[in-house]
């Protein structure tokens, strides 16, 4: 189906719609009846009552463009190796903040032999 073709059956049920709630509006019956009547759901009646309700969308309020920028996820840090001089090495993650590294490294002093 062409664009053209499909924006005409929209303006063509928009049309229907348009002129089916003028004639609820100037009619005296319930919105149950009237739909019986004219054959259609109420859950229809109701979201084009609504959907013509709003006002269009005009030049003078167009919609608002938010610009977002999508960054690939930073690269894992590297490791942080330690040498100590009794031959022993640690690591540690290399986002492990320096306090948790000194921590580790005195406890380490501490141990007895």
Known sequence: MS???ARSRADAATQRWVERLERFSA???TVVA???AEGVSESNFYL???RLAQPPATASNPPT???IRVAPPPAPATP???ALPSGTVRR???DARPEFIVAILRGLEERPC
């Open 34 to 36: 009237f739909c019986a």
């Open 27 to 29: 009619g005296n019956t």
């Open 92 to 94: 540690f993650p290399g």
């Open 80 to 82: 942080i190796e330690i």
């Open 65 to 67: 463009v938010v610009h």
């Open 3 to 5: 664009a053209s073709s």
């Open 48 to 50: 084009w009552r609504r």
